[in-house]
């Protein structure tokens, strides 16, 4: 079985081949060498066995500057315990849609029958005046000798 050892470097959340090399030591030193430059944010090396009877490979890391940039993060604050604030009810149903608005109530019948009586009764005062009120023009036209 022969063994290659990948160094693979970390920048902006992408791995990528850096060198492939024979020995092992070499491998690990090179890839410190690359951390201690600080242009990437990890660097790690894979020992890439190879069965030359199946062709099938295998991949174990050997060294991983990943963990150590772990260890160096500030611990996230845990979440509060105790009672947390009511959240405000969403304006949705269970299947993630907008509820309708609500819909307007409808007019009773008696509050119809009601609105329908008001208006025939202003129109019948309106008629009485203008009736009225033609009499009182034929009555002042009549003076002067003018019919309607």
Known sequence: MSANYEILTLKGGQWQIDTTMKNRDDAI?????LFAEKRYDGVKVLKDVVDPRTNKSKEITIYDSTRNLAAKKPAQEAPAKG?????????????????????????????????????????????????????????????????L
């Not at 030193?29 to 060498?33: C, F, I, L, S, W």
């Not at 119809?112 to 008629?127: D, E, F, S």
């Open 29 to 33: 030193e090179h890839a410190k060498e």
């Open 83 to 147: 009672p947390q604030p009511a959240k405000e009810k969403a304006d949705v149903d269970f299947k993630f849609k907008r509820k309708p608005p609500p819909a307007k109530k409808k007019s009773s019948d008696i509050w119809l029958i009601l609105r329908t009586g008001i208006l025939l009764l202003v129109l019948l005062v309106v008629a009485a005046f203008v009736l009225g009120g033609m009499d009182l023009i034929n009555e002042i036209l009549g003076e002067f000798g003018i019919r």
